[in-house]
């Protein structure tokens, strides 16, 4: 189909001069109370006509949900309107029956493959699903209204995100060669009745395939870490650990029931340092001390790996590297010895557990020549992304939404390549629609009726 249409503007200006702040100001207005959504209206309606003509001479059946006869009549016209970016658009949609059967049904409906009762358009929902995910509801409908001129209430809002599957996370069926797991707190919507706080946690699970790309394993609140565990490894591969190496802050509920999951697990350098802060607190040990203490543990298990492939490092260097993992992991048995000695029991279990862990990352260099993080930041930088959207802007979460909200975050973040993918499918963006303008003339009023 194939149509020109005209576009005819009454500008009346004033001859004692204007801004030209007034007179984009006033084109936008025009454009975008009027303009834009009447444009989309007619070339529905110029569709809705064509459609309707082909159905009633018998040219066209293939829409038809009925019996498939090809003739039809028509039977009214029903009023429509739809919530989009550019404004409302309204327009009637011409019913038509079949004479055969008796049957009606709507040809532009289903020639636009529109739900039964829709009443917005798919780019609109992705519109307030990426705006809703960086700033509160109440800010974000706000924003729409003065900004894009789009009146979303954010009750609204929020039924189109929760009723939305844009959060749906495809499973990776590969073998990773990273997994990364942590925990945030947000504050949650309390119920006395069932004995639920306002303390809610948010889990995550992030991956990194061979090739480098990151894939998210899911986000769940008021779910235990080995209820995560269990279906973390229902959709990753069929057989075998499903990651190489788990990489986490060393909470114990991740590495008991993630770190069977992987080959190895390698302990966060930067918390061990950091945490045994609170475990020498514990142990009453002044902070001028803590701080000594802290200084000789992460001079301790900073062995840094060399940058270049392991087959261009010398043999030499390759030993030393090796001597210096073997002294490193002595000098933190002696460590956890001296904290025994002088009845610091919290920080000598804190270390102690930690350090069966603390320098995998250097083993798997020497097997494989994979360079592996000794710190968790790659996902920490996606738990303060987290933290800012569940905690800094909004609470009262429910737990549906706080785990809904933050798979959106983590697809938007993490998987912007899939986050596209799924709109442009929802949105049928196949090069359907050619737009272009031709021209803007302007006619002189007192010309046109000759």
């Known amino acids: 189909m194939e149509r020109i249409i005209t576009l005819e503007v009454l500008a009346a200006l004033s001859q004692n001069g204007f801004s030209l702040d007034e007179l984009v100001i006033k084109t936008k207005e025009l454009f975008e109370r009027e303009g834009l959504s009447g444009f989309v209206s007619l070339i ?24 498939g006869h090809a003739r039809h009549e028509h039977l009214d016209q029903l009023d429509r309107r739809f919530r989009t970016s550019i404004g409302m658009v309204s327009l009637r949609w011409r019913r038509l029956r079949c004479t055969n059967c008796g049957a009606s049904f709507i040809p532009l409906r289903e020639f636009l493959g529109l739900a039964k009762h ?4 798919s780019e609109l929902e992705r519109i307030v699903a990426e705006i809703v995910s960086e700033q509160s509801y109440r800010r974000s409908s706000s924003h729409l209204d003065t900004i894009g001129l789009i ?28 997994l990364f797991a942590d925990g945030t707190c947000y504050k949650r919507r309390p119920d006395k009745h069932r004995k639920i706080n306002n303390r809610g946690e948010l889990r995550i699970g992030l991956g990194v395939t061979k090739s480098g790309s990151v894939v998210s394993l899911g986000a769940f609140s008021g779910v235990e870490w080995d209820q995560i565990a269990s279906k973390i490894k229902d959709n990753g591969a069929d057989d075998g650990p499903l990651a190489e190496m788990l990489v986490s802050d060393g909470e114990a509920g991740i590495v008991n029931n993630l770190g069977p999951l992987c080959d190895s697990s390698q302990r966060c350098h930067w918390h061990i340092v950091r945490d045994i802060n609170h475990a020498l607190y514990l142990d009453a040990v002044e902070k001028r001390q803590r701080d000594k203490m802290k200084k000789e543990l992460a001079a301790t298990i900073a062995i840094e790996l060399p940058r270049e492939d392991m087959d261009e490092v010398k043999y030499g260097d390759l030993l030393e590297l090796s001597q210096r993992a073997v002294e490193a992991e002595k000098e933190i048995g002696r460590l956890v010895g001296r904290l025994r000695e002088k009845k610091y029991t919290f920080a000598a279990d804190y270390v102690s557990n930690a350090s069966s862990h603390l320098f995998s990352y250097v083993y798997r260099w020497f097997e494989t020549g994979i360079v592996s993080p000794r710190v968790s930041s790659f996902i920490e930088r996606m738990m303060r992304e987290l933290a800012r959207r569940l905690k800094r802007m909004a609470f009262g979460w429910s737990e549906n939404g706080a785990a809904k909200m933050a798979r959106i975050i983590i697809k938007r973040f993490t998987s912007a390549n899939k986050w596209q993918e799924y709109w442009n499918n929802k949105l049928r963006i196949n090069d359907s629609v050619l737009l272009a303008l031709r021209s803007i003339r302007a006619h002189n009023p007192q010309t046109l009726g000759r």
């Open 118 to 121: 829709q009443s917005k358009t």
């Open 151 to 178: 009146p979303v209430a954010k009750s609204t809002a929020h039924r189109w995100v929760a009723q939305s599957d844009c959060d749906m996370i495809d499973p990776c069926r590969d073998k990773l060669d990273l």
């Open 44 to 67: 529905l309606r110029l569709v809705d006509e064509q459609l309707c003509i082909e159905f009633i001479s018998g040219r066209r059946a293939t829409l038809s949900p009925c019996c």
